[in-house]
């Protein structure tokens, strides 16, 4: 079975600074990862997908992340925070390729943005 | 399209009361799903439905009972609620070739 794992609970940056949250996948490649965001006392939203078609995948509010088969990661990132970006995140991966096999969810990060 | 909804949004219980939430549909999804959320332990997935008459258990079913009469509903009942049922709970849909989900805003629960 599928895991993941997001290395840090808790992540600071200034506003401006370069945005890096962790995902590790278990060693078998998911055919699908995704990145998930959820706002305070809100419902997730999916940022982005990786469904195979390319490694590097773009997301909403300039999010992006890299799938590295090699280190069994699809980290996130984003070049300048914004205050907007405080939130907390989630790494998943799907244990299949249909709708109606499991998504296997990370612990989540939580990123602050300092002004 | 109202997309996945729940309510209650808030709800506090006493120990060895029962209750429904409830989640509604209206993206015509097939698969429906319910996670509760806790601090540190991301989604835990607690009972899934692939259609209408068709549910099977999940990571942490215990507690939990569900049923799928239609499409559009997947109600999820607490038999007889303890302190350890305390989370926030999201009802989600799935669709598409590429397994992405479409949460609701989540029910928080408290059990005293």
């Known amino acids: 079975a599928q895991s993941v794992t997001q290395l840090g609970s808790h992540v600071s940056v200034s506003e401006g600074a370069l945005v890096l949250l962790r995902c590790n996948y278990s060693?078998?490649?998911?055919?699908?990862l995704f990145w998930y965001v959820q706002y305070p006392n809100q419902g997730l939203q999916l940022l982005l997908k990786?469904?195979?078609?390319?490694?590097l995948v773009k997301g909403i509010n300039g999010f992006e992340a890299e799938f590295k088969k090699s280190e069994t990661s699809f980290h996130l990132t984003k070049p300048s925070a914004h205050m907007s970006d405080a939130a907390e995140y989630f790494c998943?991966?799907?244990?299949?390729?249909?709708?109606?096999?499991?998504?296997?969810f990370g612990p989540g990060t939580s990123l602050s943005v300092i002004p | 399209n109202a997309g996945v909804t729940q309510t209650p949004k808030f709800q506090v219980l006493k120990t060895g009361q029962s209750m429904t939430l409830q989640c509604a549909q209206d993206m015509n999804h097939e698969y429906m799903s319910w996670y509760r959320q806790d601090p540190g332990m991301g989604l835990r997935l607690i009972h899934y439905?692939?259609?209408?008459?068709?549910?099977d258990q999940g990571e942490v079913p215990n507690g939990y009972n569900v049923s799928r009469s239609t499409t559009e509903d997947f109600p999820l009942r607490l038999l007889s609620a303890a302190p350890s049922q305390t989370s926030v709970y999201f009802c989600a849909t799935t669709q598409g070739s590429y397994n992405e989900q479409f949460f609701g805003p989540g029910t928080r629960l408290t059990v005293l």
């Open positions: 060693s078998s490649v998911p055919p699908y």
């Open positions: 990786y469904t195979s078609a390319a490694t």
């Open positions: 439905s692939v259609g209408a008459g068709i549910t």
């Open positions: 998943a991966v799907s244990e299949g390729r249909t709708s109606y096999d499991k998504v296997i």
